[in-house]
């Protein structure tokens, strides 16, 4: 072969090198552990679907973002956009085989042809988990706590949940005569944290008038505290109902787990257009707004009634992994590891080989993460290849440290070294330096 | 909505239901802890690529094989059909990142329009890890070492690695004047565990003659040990060379790890027509050969040859994950959990959903996983969630164990019961339950 073919990848695609990778795998590693410490299952479901199944009802958006075409034996498909309507599809497939209530998680990739911005990907990772077959306080709840506990673990500095509950918020628009408008009402109120008060203001005075927009901008108002602004919201629509009931027990058990700190009830919460029934919430970062919520959802009062019958009540959430992991990045709360070796065994002598393979494997056993230097090449080359893999320690041995039963370690950082018997005393100073 | 879309999924693609995605985790998991042990990093590249870069030299076979289509740009992409070639292009597109030697895997899917049979789906998962940019015994034997400590890690009963080296077997057929045959004389042999050896004779006496046909047969035919039979085929190709000398450094390193039961010497092993160029390897598990390899690779002389000028020599091996955890099932050494949790907090009494919460909180900080059942549904109901998803151990608290700071604990396989003390007897309890 002559000719060589560029490389490259396609627009809005990544690969993942590394350092990247690797901390991509220790937060998944982290929320995995968080979801199944709650009693939530995993699951995968393909990648490529029918089309038919995927559009759904179909909405001319998802349409055209769609990877869609005909396969091989002539089938309309196309790549999964989301992992919730692959969901719905996998709970009308599998029911049989399956419990209620069912919790599950997915994290795994999707696909849209959207335009590429700034921390915009046509490839990203969805992060979603989901309790179906009941509609309660405990389960929305777990779903709160568990969106706290993930964040904790992944230690997301300054981040607080505002929660809503649609019933409130559509009571409200009844009492103001506004229900036929909910719509554009909704969809105008979502934009408040983007295009601010004045303008959500103006756009409201345009869908009813400027007397009914002040009194939704007052509604949509956060007071001093959880109890306060529930007080206030449901007096405005009317009165105590389920939906304030909910809130209440929701409240209750926050305040039993002494949360209060983490949740902020905030009417302007409505997550647009999307199918929620009950409560919705979003999360943002304190120290970075901007990027917008890394972790959102709410209830739903039926998951797969395209698929299926039978009605499954359900409240999930979604982490945003790409915009989360960048979010940490930018607040500098992300590690970077080019690699997990902790021990590079140097190759000073091509004939220990076989013997530097066996130390590793005893420091191995002793659950570490070592490595040996393959080729016989210049001490300052192993040191440089040691380096860009961010390995910490380095073991020396020639033969005469081989008779002896000795090594010498030396620490990359402070450019200490130390010598002792194999395998204890290097076993244990290897411990001591690399922790 | 009232027409219901069927929830159909496409020929060849599966759903993971929770007991089979956890144990695959499991297996990932384990998989990636012995890698990482070894210095491995892991990388990931994208889903869709454009298929002229996958395609590189392309063979009509591979071709028919992929998902190819325009994409919403008219761009030609494909799904990608292996994780070789990806990672061929990632060398070449990122190679002023990265430092030589590196040390990849990937385990991820990969899409294949096949006919599907038994055993064969048209989304798999492939398990990669390759050394690049260094030829030497040293790299050969870390694949083969961490292939060996990666089905141990797996507990795979019963598997011999079966190694080889092309360049004895084209030396060998040098010396025999069939280096033009070789082609159909290496796919002859590959076919032997297939076809058995007396249509390898007769299909290779078409090839060349009788006579030879039977000397390759008796090359190809191991002796009672690695030395013996490294002696044997070393004379029939005329001697030693670069290609046994590799083999002898290997063995060296094979013996001073004591691992010699788990390797052996295998002529027959040609790896086909693929592109290796130096050791081949196969395994086979003892007690099901019939399903074929389920790890195998190579060493060969260029990687990224289509794509950059720069000459990467590497080795590697991959592991057939659906087939190896097929083969892990057919001999009872799957684990089958429906779920993690250990512990199910019935719900007793409704008005104490925020106290259960709380209990759960202090189990899962003491380590356990534990779930409160949401609805205070009959007592049966709930335990038959408790089954469903394998839960072990039950809690149950009303109102006059909470006043009293005790629970009751149930072990749901041998029926007994404990009350103890919150926290600490009932921690100390299910701990000893659990284990």
Redesign the interface.
Known sequence: ?ST???????KG??????AT??E??RVI?LL?NTF????F??????????S??LL??GSGETD?QM?R?????K?D?A?RFDLTIPFA??M???RS???L?F??YHIN?V?R?ENTQKGRYR?FTQCDFD?VG?D????D??IL?MMRRSLGALEVPGCTISLNHRGIFNRFLDVMGLKHQSEDILRTVDKLSKIGREEVFLQLSTVSDADKAGKILDFIQKEDSFTETLSKIESLAGGPAEDTLRLKEIY??I???GLEEAFELNPSITRGLDYYTGIVFETFLDDLPSIGSVCSGGRYNNL??????ESLPGVGSSIGLDRLMAGLAELGRSTEK????QL?IL?MENSL??????LA?EF?EAG?????Y??PKKFAVQI??AE??GIPLVLICGSNEKEAGTVNLKNLKTRESFEGLIPEDALIKAGEIIV
Chains 1, 2 share one sequence.
Not at 136 to 139: F, H, I, L, R
């Open positions: 072969m060589i073919i560029e490389p490259k990848i396609l695609f990544r690969d993942f090198l590394p990778e690797i991509r795998k590693r995995e199944e410490g709650y009693g299952v995993p699951i995968d479901t393909p990648v490529l679907e029918y038919e199944v759904g009802k055209k990877y075409f005909l396969d091989n034996g089938r498909v790549l599809r996998f009308a497939k599998n085989q399956l419990y209530p919790k599950r990739k696909w042809g490839e309790i009941t309660c306080a405990s389960a709840f777990e706590m209750s058990y305040q039993e787990l797969a009634g395209l698929y299926t019958k080019n690699s997990h070796t590079l190759n080989v076989g013997y530097y393979h066996r494997e191995r570490f993460y070592c490595e040996v393959h080729e440089k290849f860009a893999k």
